[in-house]
Nanobody, 122 residues
Framework: QVQVVESGGGLVQPGGSLRLSCAVS????????MGWYRQAPGKQREWVAGFGSGGIINYGDFVKGRFTISRDNAKNTVYLQMNSLKPEDTAVYYC????????????????WGQGTQVTVSS
């Protein structure tokens, strides 16, 4: 069993900052890819930022230097530092992890957390 748990969401004023955390636990051999998505009311889920193969980091175009993703491999945890938040950043933020559960398999398990609400409002 694998668990993906997000934390750190909340209410913040425009221009403020939040730091989201995502911890993965359970039967894990490695996590080749891990990142963040978000879904605003009435909109499709969109990709925010993530680590890919070889540790390469990519961000969604709308981030524009405001967000920074980081990772603690020892803790199987990824963070999303969000600065200069805007009302349009309001959404539920989801963590996604592509998990290899055992050395014996190359298959990756696609795992999602329950999400954490981020609300940017004055």
């Amino acid at each position: 069993q694998v668990q993906v748990v997000e934390s750190g969401g909340g209410l913040v004023q425009p221009g403020g900052s939040l730091r989201l955390s995502c911890a993965v636990s359970g039967s894990i051999f490695s996590i080749p890819a891990m990142g963040w998505y978000r879904q605003a009311p009435g909109k499709q889920r969109e990709w925010v930022a993530g680590f890919g193969s070889g540790g390469i980091i990519n961000y969604g175009d709308f981030v524009k230097g405001r967000f920074t993703i980081s990772r603690d491999n020892a803790k199987n945890t990824v963070y999303l530092q969000m600065n200069s938040l805007k009302p349009e950043d309001t959404a539920v933020y989801y963590c996604n992890a592509q998990i290899r559960v055992a050395r014996a398999t190359q298959e990756l398990k696609d795992c999602w957390g329950q999400g954490t609400q981020v609300t940017v409002s004055s």
